[in-house]
C-alpha cells in the first residue's frame, strides 16, 4: 500500500530532514512512526499523505505515485486518504454533526446520503450524544474523536495520524488508541506517528524509528503485559 524508495526531503539549506528513506507497509497494517519531536515524522506522513512532495526518490501509495500526481488527480487521492495532522482544523462555529457532514457535502453528497454517513462515523467513535455540541465544548479526547470521525466519513482505505494522544491524559489515549486499532481490525491500514513510548508499548504492532531523518524499521513489538 506504501512504498518508499531512495527518499529525501529537504526544506533547504543544504539539510536532509529525511535521508535515504525505504521501507513498505502493506494493506491492512498498523504502524507506528516513533522518535524524538523534531526527528522527521511530521514531514514523513505529509509524503504520505501528498500534502508535501520528496526532493529526490519515489513515493507509491496506492499504486500511485505520489511525487508526480498531475494538479487534477490531487484531490482525489487526498479523499483515499484519511489525514488527521496535529493542528485539528475544526470548524468552531459549526456543532460536532455539521464538522463530519461538511466533507461529505464538499464532495457532492446528497444531503441524506451525508447526513446518513455522518451519523455512522460519529456513532463509531463514540460521539453519537454530544453531536450538537460544538468543538470548543468538546474535552481533548472528545476533539481527537471528531477529528477521527471526520477523517473516517470518506471510508479511506488509509489513515495517517500524527501525534493523536498529545496533551491528553494515559487514559484518554489509550481509548484513542483504540479507535484506531478497531478502524484496523476492520481493514483501515493505520499509521501513527507519536513520541509517546508507553502508548507504543501498549500496542503490539510494528514500529518505524526515525531519529536525525533516517528510518529504521524495528520489525513487531511485544505488547506490555496486558491491560484491562
Ligand atoms: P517531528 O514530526 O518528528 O517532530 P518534523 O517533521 O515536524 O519532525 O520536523 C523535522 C525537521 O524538519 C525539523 O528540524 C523542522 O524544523 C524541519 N521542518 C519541518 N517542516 C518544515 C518546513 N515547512 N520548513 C522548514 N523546515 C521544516
Ligand atoms: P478526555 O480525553 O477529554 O479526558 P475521555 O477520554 O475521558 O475524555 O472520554 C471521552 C469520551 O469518550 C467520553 O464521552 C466517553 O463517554 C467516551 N468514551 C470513552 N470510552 C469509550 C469507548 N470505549 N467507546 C466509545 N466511547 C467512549
Known amino acids: 500500500m506504501i512504498e518508499f524508495q531512495q527518499v529525501y526531503k529537504s526544506y533547504g539549506r ?7 528513506v525505504n521501507f513498505g507497509i502493506a494493506a491492512g497494517e498498523f504502524v507506528f512512526v516513533s522518535g524524538p519531536s523534531g526527528a522527521g515524522k511530521s514531514t514523513l506522513l505529509k509524503l504520505i499523505s501528498g500534502l508535501d512532495v520528496p526532493t529526490r526518490g519515489t513515493i507509491l501509495v496506492n499504486g500511485q505515485n505520489v ?8 484531490p482525489y487521492f487526498r479523499r483515499a486518504v484519511g489525514t488527521i495532522l496535529q493542528d485539528v482544523h475544526l ?5 460536532a454533526f455539521e464538522n463530519v457532514l461538511f466533507p461529505l457535502i464538499v ?19 463514540g460521539l453519537a450524544n454530544k453531536d450538537k455540541l460544538r468543538p470548543q465544548e468538546l ?5 481527537q474523536r471528531l477529528a477521527i470521525a471526520r477523517a473516517i466519513v470518506n471510508r479511506p482505505a488509509l489513515l495517517i495520524v500524527d501525534e493523536p494522544t498529545a496533551n491528553l491524559d494515559r487514559d484518554s489515549a ?3 488508541a483504540d479507535v484506531f486499532r478497531d478502524f484496523n481490525q476492520v481493514g ?3 499509521v501513527i506517528a507519536t ?6 508499548d501498549d500496542y503490539a504492532h510494528r514500529v518505524l524509528h526515525i531519529e536525525g531523518g533516517r528510518l529504521t524499521d524495528l520489525g513487531a513489538r511485544t505488547p506490555r503485559a496486558s491491560r484491562s
Open 174 to 176: 489509550q481509548r484513542i
Open 67 to 74: 511525487g508526480k500526481l498531475p494538479g487534477r488527480a490531487r
Open 14 to 20: 543544504g539539510i536532509d530532514t529525511l535521508a535515504d
Open 195 to 200: 513520541h509517546d513510548e508507553s502508548l507504543i
Open 91 to 95: 470548524l468552531q462555529d459549526r456543532n
Open 139 to 143: 474535552s481533548g479526547g472528545d476533539q
Open 107 to 125: 464532495t457532492g453528497h446528497s444531503r441524506s446520503a451525508a447526513e446518513k454517513r455522518a451519523r455512522a462515523a460519529i456513532d463509531k467513535v
Open 188 to 190: 483501515v491500514t493505520t
